[in-house]
């Protein structure tokens, strides 16, 4: 019991930390985007035409792919949650399972 609770608590610490990891992400996202209009704001008055696409839609590819990049970050979370709690449900039938074999051979 003691080792079951000390892997879920270790889960759990995990998780939390995997949770503060996205949030900080996100947070640093949030804080690049905001510098970044200001950037564009001061940049697009001197820039002014110029051959290319325009800068709005630079800044549009980049927000889609951050995005991405984080639904991609919470899709591996998922799956590696999904793999320790199937290594971990694993785990306890075996110690269940030498359990009762261990007691059927001392009958």
Partial sequence: MAGKDATEAEAGDHEN???DTLATILEQTR???????TLIGLIVPIVGDREG???EEL???LV???RDLLTITSRIQADVRGIGDR???GVSSEQNGHGES???ARS
Avoid: F
Wanted: charged letters at 10%; hydrophobic letters at 50%; proline letters at 8%.
């Fill in 17 to 19: 930390s995997i949770r």
């Fill in 102 to 104: 261990s007691g059927a």
């Fill in 87 to 89: 290594l971990a449900a």
């Fill in 53 to 55: 696409p325009p800068l």
């Fill in 59 to 61: 800044i549009a590819t």
């Fill in 64 to 66: 889609a792919q951050n």
């Fill in 31 to 37: 804080q690049t985007l905001e510098l970044l209009r």
